[in-house]
């Protein structure tokens, strides 16, 4: 069992930078692969960027690639999300995701944490 709490979010103007983090509970962390997702007003959740146990392997959504940066610290239990260069339509919920690393579906989730970027 995994529990996951972000936090970090808040408003921010276009152009600007935020990290936001998730802390996860238990000491199995490091095998755990873990991801952002997020969901606008009326959209339906999309995923962001997922990082593997080790950290060695990162992978982004075209929307994100080359402004978002996915990292983790196992000794911390701790996954973030550095995101620059923010845009109004990365407005969202941003959620983060654990999937032990022999599974295929992202089993637990936090509460999410609000973004909101003005233009």
């Known amino acids: 069992q995994v529990q996951l709490v972000e936090s970090g979010g808040g408003l921010v103007q276009a152009g600007g930078s935020l990290r936001i983090s998730c802390a996860a509970s238990?000491?199995?962390?490091?095998?755990?692969?873990m991801a952002w997702f997020r969901q606008a007003p009326g959209k339906e959740r999309e995923f962001v960027a997922a990082?593997?146990?080790?950290?060695?392997?990162?992978n982004y959504a075209d929307s994100v690639k080359g402004r978002f940066t996915i990292s983790r610290n196992n000794a911390k239990n701790t996954v973030y999300l550095q995101m620059n260069n923010l845009k109004p339509e990365d407005t969202a919920i941003y959620y983060c995701?654990?999937?032990?690393?022999?599974?295929?579906?992202?089993?637990?989730w936090g509460q999410g944490t609000q973004v909101t970027v003005s233009s």
């Open positions: 995701a654990a999937r032990y690393v022999t599974v295929s579906r992202y089993d637990y």
């Open positions: 238990g000491r199995t962390f490091s095998s755990y692969a």
């Open positions: 990082i593997s146990s080790s950290g060695g392997t990162r």
